[in-house]
């Protein structure tokens, strides 16, 4: 059975940074593109970055291009993402998911990122 497991979220200042990494099981990882997508209880379930199996392709949505960072190690069955200039509007549940999450409605159980000074 799939299994996903964030960590890494955490409390930061503006202007920070974290890394959040991802555990996969269950299904073969290195065939799969993997996601990270966040949810607040205002915008809901928000696309954040996807990655293609070989790590080559990436893709980001606007709010994030160019601060945030996904990759992927096919050995260990980690996906990450680094997220720099953090911003307030950054806080949410992070969550990690098989690239097709919006047709299964599944993703891990999430890490909270909180951007607060």
């Known amino acids: 059975q799939v299994q996903l497991v964030e960590s890494g979220g955490g409390l930061v200042q503006p202007g920070g940074s974290l890394r959040l990494s991802c555990t996969a099981s269950?299904?073969?990882?290195?065939?799969?593109?993997m996601s990270w997508i966040r949810q607040t209880p205002t915008k809901g379930v928000e696309w954040v970055a996807d990655?293609?199996?070989?790590?080559?392709?990436?893709y980001y949505a606007d709010s994030v291009k160019g601060r945030f960072t996904i990759t992927r190690d096919n050995a260990k069955n980690m996906v990450y993402l680094q997220m720099n200039s953090l911003k307030s509007e950054d806080t949410a549940v992070y969550h990690c998911?098989?690239?097709?999450?919006?047709?299964?409605?599944?993703w891990g159980q999430g890490t909270q990122v909180t951007v607060s000074s």
């Open positions: 990655i293609k199996p070989s790590g080559g392709l990436t």
């Open positions: 269950g299904f073969t990882f290195s065939s799969t593109g």
């Open positions: 998911a098989k690239e097709n999450w919006r047709l299964t409605g599944s």
